[in-house]
C-alpha cells in the first residue's frame, strides 16, 4: 500500500511525526506521498521526504484555498522544487467552489498556471475538486492530452462526475470518506466503477478518520496506519478481496508517480 495523500507538515503531527512514519510502517504501509498545498508546505514536505528516502516523497504546489497568496503565476519555488528527487507531481491544485478562501478567478488562474508547469515539465497533477465540478473539467480538458498522468484525490462527486472523470483519464484517489454510512452513501455504491488500474488510496490525514474504525480510536487525528482499514471497505464496496484492491492500487501508484523498483526511476 502507499497513501497518496498524506498532510504531513500539518501541526497536528507535530509531536509524534516519527511515531506517526513508524506506525505506518508497523501497518504495512509501503510509502507515503506527502502533500504541498502552498509554497511554504510544499517546501516543508520535500524537506520531510528527504528525510524518509525511498519511502515518503512528496508534491509541490497551491491548493485553492491558498491560491489567493499567488502573485507570480510563474510560480518559480514550485518550478524549483519539483527538480527535486522527492517532488513527484504538481499539485495538489484544483478549485474549492464550498468555502471559497480564494476568489474563483484566483483559483482558476493558479489551478492553470499550475496545470501549465505540469505539462512543460512532463510531471503528473494531483489534483482537489469541490464543488467546483463543471469548471475543474473545462479548464483541465485543454492540458489533459499534454500531461501525463493527473489523479483527482479525494474523490467524493456523483456517479455521473465520476464516469467523467474517467472518460478524461483520470485517476481517482478513495479515502475514508467511503468508511462513512451517512456522507459516503453514493461513494459506497459508485466505487466499484473504478478500473483497478485508476483506483488509488489514501488518507488525507490527519482529515477524514474512517468512521466505522473499530475500536474507536481516543483522537479524531488520522494518519496512515489506517489505510488498510480504508482498503478493506473499498475492497467490500467492489465486491473483491482486500489483497486484490492493495496489490492492484500499489502497482497503480507506482507506475503514476514512478516511484519505487529501480527500473521506475
Not at 474563483?104 to 464543488?131: G, I, K, S, T, Y
Not at 501525463?148 to 479525494?154: K, N, S
Not at 487525528?221 to 465486491?239: Q, T, W
Request: negative net charge; aromatic residues 6%; charged residues 25%.
Amino acid at each position: 500500500m502507499i497513501d497518496i495523500g498524506v498532510n504531513l507538515t500539518n501541526s497536528r503531527f507535530d509531536k509524534d511525526r516519527e511515531a506517526v512514519i513508524e506506525r505506518a510502517k508497523e501497518a504495512g504501509v509501503k510509502g507515503l506521498i506527502l502533500t504541498g498545498t502552498s509554497v511554504e508546505e510544499s517546501r516543508q514536505a520535500q524537506v520531510m521526504a528527504r528525510q524518509w528516502p525511498q519511502y515518503c516523497y512528496s508534491t509541490a504546489g497551491v491548493h485553492p484555498h491558498d491560491a489567493k497568496t499567488v502573485s507570480d503565476m510563474a510560480l518559480p519555488v514550485i518550478r524549483l522544487l519539483a527538480a527535486e528527487p522527492e517532488v513527484v507531481a504538481i499539485g495538489e491544485c484544483g478549485l474549492d467552489f464550498n468555502r471559497d478562501f480564494s476568489p474563483r478567478p484566483q483559483q482558476e488562474a493558479v489551478f492553470e498556471a499550475q496545470l501549465a508547469l505540469a505539462a512543460e515539465l512532463n510531471m503528473p497533477v494531483f489534483m482537489h475538486c469541490r464543488d467546483a465540478h463543471e469548471r475543474f473539467l473545462a479548464i483541465l480538458k485543454p492540458w489533459r492530452d499534454r500531461l501525463p498522468a493527473a489523479v483527482l484525490h479525494c474523490f467524493t462527486g456523483s456517479e455521473a462526475e465520476l464516469k467523467q472523470c474517467l472518460a478524461l483519464d483520470l485517476h481517482i484517489g478513495i479515502t475514508g470518506w467511503v468508511c462513512d454510512e451517512r456522507r459516503g452513501s453514493e461513494l459506497r455504491e459508485i466505487v466499484r466503477h473504478i478500473p483497478d488500474n485508476r483506483l488509488m488510496i489514501e488518507t488525507d490525514c490527519p482529515y477524514l478518520l474512517p468512521r466505522d474504525y473499530r475500536p474507536k480510536p481516543k483522537s479524531s487525528r488520522n494518519e496512515p496506519k489506517f489505510l488498510p482499514h480504508i482498503a478493506s471497505v473499498i475492497a467490500h464496496c467492489r465486491n473483491q478481496e482486500a489483497a486484490e484492491v492493495i496489490a492492484n492500487s500499489y502497482t497503480t501508484t507506482q507506475e503514476f508517480f514512478v516511484i519505487g523498483s529501480p527500473e521506475a526511476r
